[in-house]
């Protein structure tokens, strides 16, 4: 083997010894760079005489090309396995079960609350929505409850130490009927030109269903609740009008016309009479027990007044019921608690 066979001898050996492009970079600098092998047999030519220039000249680059396709042969091989490597890192196995993504449903309270809003809709009534933290005045004084009314006890209430824009108390609403004010006024405001003028104001028909806020926590009651609100103003909206709404929702929402309700005498501040709604199935694993079901009663004339209405013109009732508990009823739960627990156990049951 002559010097020359043997230098690419030792340019294969170091070039595959090189186990990165970096490492090869650098054998190749060992042979073909400025003071490489390859080269200093070129800087040798210039000693020679013309005729042996000419022959060890051809030999030298003969040479100088093997190791480039030595080189670059190399240099793919690299690639090549860093590409396999890579392929083999990044695999997907196609044959494995993919990745469900986990469908979502809506909360059964949602699912009441969106059933009260199409059944009451089909009634002509609005659905409204209000400030979950209220001021003192639409959430008690407006109702006729004064300030020593024992629902502002500190026992049920939440306060909060913000305050109103106009200064006055605010605290987590601890029922929705701080909205039959709200929409009221609004209501009237926008009709009150033709009110003053003696002419019929547009009866307001509305619900409006929220969370509300208590300090009481056990199997049938959660320091956060839903009510669902319900407001009919017009000159001649009695009780009689009341039973039959009251009628068409429970048999609607329930599903079943082998249901009975009662009106059984209660009291409210902002309601004169006052009633609570009872229902009872004829049927099914609750057969025969009274449910109570709502709050109910004739707006109360001083709350008409903040309304901003003359009570001897404009009548009407207003109702207060709990989504939550209708949704125990419907689905047969039996712990409130469940509802607001987040687990998915429980709440997938739904979908
Ligand atoms: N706000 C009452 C409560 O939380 C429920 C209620 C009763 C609402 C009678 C009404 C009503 O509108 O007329 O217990």
Redesign the pocket.
């Known amino acids: 083997m002559n010097d020359l066979d043997s230098l690419v001898g030792s340019a294969q050996a170091d070039f595959a010894a090189a186990a990165t492009p970096a490492e090869l970079e650098n054998a190749k600098a060992r042979f073909l760079g400025k003071s490489g092998r390859v080269t200093d047999l070129l800087k040798g030519l210039a000693a020679l005489s013309p005729e042996e220039k000419k022959a060890r000249g051809a030999e030298i680059n003969q040479t100088k090309q093997r190791v480039e396709a030595l080189l670059t042969e190399r240099r793919q091989a690299l690639a090549e396995a860093d590409l396999q490597a890579q392929l083999k890192a990044e695999a997907l196995d196609v044959t494995l079960p993919g990745r469900q993504k986990g469908t979502g449903g809506l909360h059964p309270v949602s699912r009441s609350i969106e059933r009260i809003e199409a059944i009451f809709g089909s009634m002509g009534f609005d659905v409204a929505d209000g400030p979950e933290i209220e001021e003192d005045w639409f959430n008690f004084t407006a109702l006729n409850t004064p300030a020593d009314h024992p629902a502002r006890s500190m026992h049920d209430t939440f306060y909060v130490d913000t305050k109103a824009p106009d200064g006055s108390g605010q605290l987590l609403r601890t029922?929705t009927?701080p909205m039959?004010v709200r929409y009221a006024v609004k209501h009237v405001k926008a009709h009150r030109a033709a009110i003053d003028a003696g002419q019929a104001m547009p009866e307001i028909r509305v619900i409006a269903p929220g969370r509300t806020y208590r300090v009481d926590s056990d199997a049938t009651h959660s320091p956060m609740f839903h009510?669902c609100?319900g407001l009919w103003i017009g000159e001649n909206v009695s009780f009689k009008d009341l039973k039959s709404v009251f009628s068409d929702f429970f048999r609607t929402f329930f599903e079943t016309d082998d249901l009975a309700i009662r009106f059984r005498p209660s009291f409210?501040p902002?309601?004169e009479p006052?009633a609570e709604v009872d229902i009872a199935f004829s049927s099914g694993p609750l057969k025969g027990r009274w449910l109570e079901v709502a709050?109910?009663?004739q707006v109360h004339p001083n709350v008409v007044r903040n309304f901003g209405l003359d009570p001897e013109r404009y009548i009407g009732f207003?109702?207060?019921m709990g989504p939550d508990r209708l949704t125990m009823l419907r689905y047969g739960v039996n712990d409130l608690r469940l509802f607001f627990d987040g687990d998915l156990r429980f709440l997938s049951q739904f979908h």
Do not use: D, I, N, P
């Open positions: 029922h009927s039959q009510q609100e409210f902002f309601t006052s709050g109910s009663g207003a109702f207060g």
